[in-house]
């Protein structure tokens, strides 16, 4: 099920492009959305949150037209990266009035906000004054918000902003079981290890296009032009090396302490080949055998050229 | 969720809009500024009574020396009409939305079920309960100290027109400057230029021009004379022809119709961008 | 040595004298005032009165029939208040000096490098200043030399020596008053429009409640609580405008020393380093 579908999608303001003929479809679960800072990851998640309309092109969200669809958002919940609330309510107040505008009366939106503000383990600190939270606390009240209505999609920009690491762990791991209970969840970012710890789907953008979308090692392997690198840590280091320097594939070795990095343009065969010479024993243990560069932040790097 | 309920009609949604923003709008500091604007005709009052109770200097008024009734229809004039009302129009009208958009909060309301032109009219009418619920106290209470017990029962009615017209002019600029900050990059100035500029010299000017105000209407339902202290005022004094009460009624409400319509409108249609 | 450090290095070079700190931020607030069409056009408009006034002086210089223009202290004191509209405008504009900052959280970085409060208070009050005696003293002084270079004498400014010191007095009291009141009310609030709109309704509302109270009370001693009127009194003194005036020129003078005061003791007050949250 696709819940976001752009086709040729562009956006401009005056002479300057956000967006420039984008298409993407961005699948059920939870998904990443990636680029570095002016890639257009602003424009659109406000194109897709109904915010902005498309200079051309069209966008679908969950199915429907987004702009001047606001009965829409009766399935969507947004928690908007800026840090901006009615400083004066009381967290409690804040959510339960904004669940008031889906239409549930007083009683049932309160219900509704009491255990949003739960989700985000706020509850101790629901009748202050949002002006005295902390940013920590303003970021999960704003999570609270979006999703006291129960949506089907939630839509999160910058989500983990002004958490501290034990709380980025939490929301990470709540986010998660949102998605295990049905929600889709569509992650703006540019935390690498923050969206690789929630999902490995993700849509790479940058200059107001689209460089890549899908699960992130099948976009690494489809980086033919940067080898793979491959880490092995063993003691025998110049046998291993000079068995492993017979394969063509492999581009270049390096030696370090403790084990030796190998590029290699053809990662499956040369996989194996490792294997069988773990399983052969002839070189001594080998302990360790990883990819540094099969995730998000060498893709990242590679596609952007950063 | 097991059963989502239905998105909120128009008018609900305004309702939840205005209940979520009178408490913002009663609290705000920009009520400490609407509470001293509206106490000092209160103080003035106060004064005036003082002075006429002490007979040491008669209060004049075009020359003449006048009672407690003629001096709180001058302050209806001076201070209410040609003042309070047109500033808070500006004042609070420009703002609805645009400081939602100055506090960056207008994306909680725009990503909810409920159409914009909704958020736009739920907070005119906490605009209208906001100040209809300091200004017409005002009023009441510099009725009461200005004009003697006696001579209530006599001016009661025109009092109540007093009290009606105000809020209807309130009603009338508020939704006209809602128009102009819905639609308009720099509402503030647009809304000064409107009041200060426009208006004073449309009611000077003899012919139609006047009809293109809201004061021409407002105006024209005011029981009391006009106080003319200056060149300008006399000539508003004399060129002034005043429509039928009906008809002005009529044209401010269809003015606040219209206009509200109109500023729905704009912010359905038009793309708000906030800080980051 | 062959091979250079490419590390950090502290800058070797010289460094503005302590207590200059204000004129970085005044150029700041300059060029961002500059940058803006809308300013430039009213800057641009502000002198299109001066124009006027110089084609006055040149034809009652040059034709006797346009002696009823002739120049007189008057022309002054008229000019300078026919600036009005534009220093009004100009003030407004200056509405975002502090309320910019403090939205922008910006004070405590302010405030964290070698710059005291009060250069931080120099430096914002320094650009509104600037172009409303730009809009007011220098035109005016330049009107002065105009009447010279025209008349080919210098027999009207011998004969009207006060007048130098009058157009310096008034233009520097409405420069003075308007910025250090819009300064201080940027202070007070995080929105440059509440701002704005605060200090026009002041500016109209105290003007309204002088013209009530005097009605009422027959007293002109009123205008105490109307910075313009006070302006005024100062003007007409300065000017040597014939007639009684609302108030005492001493008290219209304490006036506005109040007023500059109270602005100060606001900006004292409000321009800290740390917000306390309750």
């Keep these: 099920m696709t819940i976001v579908a752009a086709e040729h999608l562009s956006k401009w303001y005056g002479q300057v492009s956000g967006l420039n003929d984008v298409s993407v479809s961005v699948p059920a679960g939870i998904t990443g959305l990636l680029g570095p800072n002016g890639a257009g990851k602003s424009t659109f998640m406000k194109l897709i949150t109904g915010q902005l309309r498309p200079s051309k092109g069209q966008v679908q969200v969950l199915g429907e037209p987004i702009w001047d669809n606001p009965a829409l958002f009766q399935r969507i919940g947004f928690c908007p990266e800026q840090d901006a609330f009615y400083d004066r309510m009381t967290g409690r107040e804040w959510v339960t009035a904004l669940a008031g505008l889906h239409g549930f009366d007083d009683r049932t939106a309160a219900d509704a906000a009491a255990r949003a503000i739960a989700a985000v383990e706020l509850t101790e600190a629901a009748d202050r004054k949002i002006g005295s939270y902390s940013k920590g606390m303003r970021q999960r009240i704003k999570l609270a918000q979006a999703i006291a209505h129960e949506p089907e999609l939630l839509i999160l920009d910058e989500p983990l902003s002004g958490m501290d690491p034990l709380m980025r762990r939490r929301t990470v791991k709540q986010i998660k079981e949102w998605a295990r209970a049905g929600t889709s969840v569509l992650v703006s970012s540019h935390i690498l290890h923050e969206i690789e710890s929630m999902t490995s789907n993700i849509v790479l953008i940058n200059n107001g296009r689209i460089v890549a979308e899908g699960d992130v090692h099948q976009i690494r392997e489809l980086i033919d032009e940067h080898p793979h690198t491959v880490s092995i840590r063993t003691t025998q280091t110049h046998a291993v090396a000079r068995e492993l320097l017979a394969d063509e594939g492999v581009v270049s070795v390096r030696f370090e302490p403790g084990g030796l990095v190998v590029e290699t343009a053809r990662p499956d065969a040369f996989y194996a080949r490792v294997t069988d010479l773990a399983a052969s024993g002839r070189f001594g243990p080998i302990d360790e055998i990883t990819s540094p560069d099969d995730n998000l932040q060498a893709v990242f790097r590679y596609l952007v050229k950063q | 969720m097991s059963t989502r309920p239905v998105p909120p009609s128009f008018a609900a949604g305004a309702v939840r809009v205005f209940g979520l923003s009178l408490g913002e709008m009663l609290w705000s500091r920009r009520t400490v500024f609407l509470l001293l604007v509206t106490g000092a005709p209160v103080f003035l009052a106060l004064v005036a009574r003082v002075v006429q109770g002490s007979g040491v200097v008669p209060v004049r008024l075009n020359g003449a020396a006048v009672d407690g009734g003629s001096i709180f229809g001058m302050m209806i004039w001076v201070f209410f009409l040609r003042f309070i009302v047109p500033v808070l129009g500006v004042f609070y009208g420009t703002s609805l939305i645009a400081d939602e958009v100055e506090e960056r909060t207008l994306t909680y309301l725009f990503t909810r079920p409920i159409r914009r032109g909704a958020v736009l009219v739920g907070k005119y009418l906490a605009y209208i309960v906001s100040t209809t619920l300091v200004v017409l106290p005002s009023v009441v209470l510099v009725y009461f100290v200005l004009v003697p017990l006696g001579q209530v029962a006599r001016t009661f009615l025109a009092f109540a027109a007093d009290l009606g017209l105000l809020a209807l002019g309130l009603a009338a600029y508020g939704a006209l400057f809602a128009l102009v900050g819905a639609a308009l990059k720099r509402p503030l100035v647009s809304g000064l230029v409107f009041v200060f500029g426009w208006e004073q010299i449309a009611l000077l000017v003899p012919g139609y021009l006047k009809r293109f105000t809201v004061a021409h209407y407002v105006q024209g339902l005011v029981p009391h004379a006009m106080p003319s202290e200056g060149v300008a005022t006399l000539l508003q004094s004399v060129l002034r022809d005043n429509p039928p009460a009906l008809v002005c009624i009529l044209v401010l409400a269809a003015v606040v119709g219209v206009t509200l319509w109109l500023g729905v409108k704009a912010v359905e249609s038009r793309e708000y961008v906030l800080d980051q | ?278």
């Design chain 3, 1 to 278: 040595m062959p091979i250079h450090d490419q590390g950090y290095r502290r800058y070797p070079g010289r460094r503005r004298p302590t207590g200059t700190a204000w004129w970085v931020i005044a150029r700041q607030q300059i060029r961002t005032v500059l940058s803006q069409k809308r300013y430039l056009i009213l800057l641009l408009l502000a002198w299109v009165p001066f124009v006027g006034r110089v084609v006055q002086i040149y034809l009652a210089a040059n034709f006797q029939q346009a002696s009823f223009l002739a120049t007189s202290a008057q022309l002054f004191r008229g000019f300078l208040d026919q600036q009005g509209l534009f220093v009004f405008l100009l003030i407004v504009g200056a509405s975002g000096a502090i309320a910019d900052d403090r939205r922008a959280n910006a004070l405590q970085v302010y405030l964290s490098k070698p710059l005291t409060r009060v250069e931080y208070i120099a430096g914002k009050l320094f650009a509104p200043l600037a172009f409303v005696l730009g809009v007011t003293l220098l035109p005016a002084l330049l009107l002065l030399v105009v009447h010279v270079a025209f008349s080919g004498s210098l027999t009207f400014v011998v004969q009207n020596l006060y007048l130098l010191p009058a157009i310096v007095l008034y233009s520097v009291a409405l420069a003075l008053v308007g910025t250090f009141t819009m300064v201080a009310l940027s202070s007070l609030s995080k929105s440059r429009r509440f701002t704005a709109l605060t200090f026009t309704g002041l500016f109209f509302f105290t003007t309204a409640m002088y013209q009530a109270l005097q009605r009422i009370t027959g007293s002109r001693l009123w205008a105490l609580i109307s910075p313009r009127d006070m302006l005024s009194v100062i003007g007409d003194a300065a000017f040597r405008v014939p007639g009684a005036r609302a108030l005492p020129l001493w008290a219209a003078l304490l006036g506005v020393t109040v007023i500059i005061a109270l602005s100060i003791l606001v900006l004292e007050r409000r321009i800290r380093g740390v917000e306390v949250v309750k």
